[in-house]
């Protein structure tokens, strides 16, 4: 069962409908004991960093047991944030910190913030999710982005003025700063792509 984790930050019927649309069943959750069973973690989300860190307060133990035990795990947008130490949206606030790394906001020079819209990918890595994918349109809407200490684990970047990070991935850990049930069929291959990094798919 794939559960996408319901912590009160998260356009949740949206990603739920993604997945819907490939033929996956999606179960919405605030119960840790459902998480627990899941085969795959999702993590969606909109909003601040630091209030979606309040809000996953209760969340964190199990997600980070979820990826230690190889489990497959998705986040999207601000749940590909949170996925880091921390964020200059609310300094002093601590993310999973299941990658080294900080979120940083996009220079503005003459353009618009947020970065919203359709925009194109550079893949820069290998990444199981992105099969198929190349230089193709995705749908953003964020005003920050991530700056991991390793870049070795972005896998695609886009440009909107500098280069900004457009998806990451390590072992069993995807995230993308896109949304891909948003972004037509290519998006859709990329839910297609995370559902047979599932074992028991």
């Avoid at 998480?35 to 307060?57: I, R």
Wanted: glycine share 10%; proline share 3%.
């Amino acid at each position: 069962m794939i559960v996408i984790i319901n912590y009160g930050s998260g356009n949740l019927k949206s990603i739920k409908n993604g997945f819907t649309k490939i033929g996956e069943e999606t179960l919405i959750s605030q119960d840790i004991r459902e998480m627990e069973k899941a085969d795959a973690l999702v993590l969606p989300g909109v909003g601040a960093f630091g209030t979606a860190m309040e809000h996953l307060e209760n969340y964190k133990d199990i997600i980070h047991e979820h990826i230690n035990n190889g489990k497959p795990f998705l986040g999207v947008c601000l749940g590909l944030q949170v996925l880091f130490t921390k964020s200059q949206e609310n300094k002093g606030v601590k993310g999973l910190d299941i990658f080294k790394g900080e979120v940083v906001k996009i220079p503005e020079e003459g353009l618009k913030i947020p970065h919203m819209g359709w925009n194109n990918l550079q893949i820069v890595n290998e990444c199981s999710i992105l099969d198929g994918i190349e230089n193709d349109y995705m749908y953003f809407v964020h005003s920050y982005y991530a700056k991991p200490d390793d870049e070795d684990i972005i896998a695609a970047t886009t440009n909107y003025g500098i280069d900004l990070t457009a998806a990451v991935c390590r072992d069993n850990v995807f995230a993308t700063q896109f949304h891909p049930e948003k972004s037509g069929e290519v998006g859709l291959n990329i839910l297609k792509n995370f559902v047979k990094s599932i074992p028991s798919k």
